[in-house]
T-cell receptor, first 112, second 111 residues
Framework: GDSVTQMEGPVTLSEEAFLTINCTYT??????LFWYVQYPGEGLQLLLK?????DKGSNKGFEATYRKETTSFHLEKGSVQVSDSAVYFC???????????FGGGTRLMVKP | DVKVTQSSRYLVKRTGEKVFLECVQD?????MFWYRQDPGLGLRLIYF???????EKGDIPEGYSVSREKKERFSLILESASTNQTSMYLC??????????FGPGTRLTVT
């Protein structure tokens, strides 16, 4: 079945550091890929998405490129802020049923 | 903007009580989902629904039931709450695509 693997956290960075959170997937067919963010005490919010190979999703300074050859969708940001501290979830949508398969989540902590 | 609301942000119930968690979406979405989120376990799907009065079991349906009498409302029911159901409960909805819209969550404590 489909699966998503994310790097385990927590990831701790200083403000203005470069961020990479790795995400790889296993899926049949051609999935859509997503990054969601969860701020403390809140639900999940869609951060960015990509629906086909080589697409780049971007939002709020975050980027991720759909790499079919490496089955990856790594999240990057050039300069993190304290306000980016949150849990980040990689997810894929594939097949019938509008279902998403989530990775385990990666907690990011950004220190001033 | 799509809005998904959940009836309570925080809830404290006693063991054995029947608990209702309500979720309402305002975008006429066909599909609705209930997840629970626990540290180290990520999101786990409890139940989902494709349409009014339709329901399907997810990965962990034991101890839960659901009701969808109207398209905009999807209720999660804990028939007899137990301490191992203490968790964060998240509702989500989507239309024809995979992009799910989440509510703010209900943190349930069962004592």
């Amino acid at each position: 079945g489909d699966s998503v693997t994310q790097m385990e956290g927590p990831v701790t960075l200083s403000e203005e550091a470069f961020l990479t959170i790795n995400c790889t997937y296993t899926a049949t067919g051609y999935p859509s890929l997503f990054w969601y963010v969860q701020y403390p005490g809140e639900g999940l919010q869609l951060l960015l998405k990509a629906t086909k190979a080589d697409d780049k999703g971007s939002n709020k300074g975050f980027e991720a490129t759909y790499r079919k050859e490496t089955t990856s969708f790594h999240l990057e940001k050039g300069s993190v802020q304290v306000s980016d501290s949150a849990v980040y979830f990689c997810a894929l949508g594939s097949g019938a049923g509008n279902m998403l398969t989530f990775g385990g989540g990666t907690r990011l902590m950004v220190k001033p | 903007d799509v809005k998904v609301t959940q009836s309570s942000r925080y809830l404290v119930k006693r063991t054995g009580e029947k608990v209702f968690l309500e979720c309402v979406q305002d975008m006429d979405h066909e599909n609705m989902f209930w997840y629970r989120q626990d540290p180290g376990l990520g999101l786990r799907l409890i139940y989902f629904s494709y349409d009014v009065k339709m329901k399907e079991k997810g990965d962990i349906p034991e101890g839960y039931s659901v009701s969808r009498e109207k398209k905009e409302r999807f209720s999660l029911i804990l028939e007899s709450a137990s301490t191992n159901q203490t968790s964060m409960y998240l509702c989500a909805s989507t239309s024809h695509g995979y992009e799910q819209y989440f509510g703010p969550g209900t943190r349930l404590t069962v004592t």
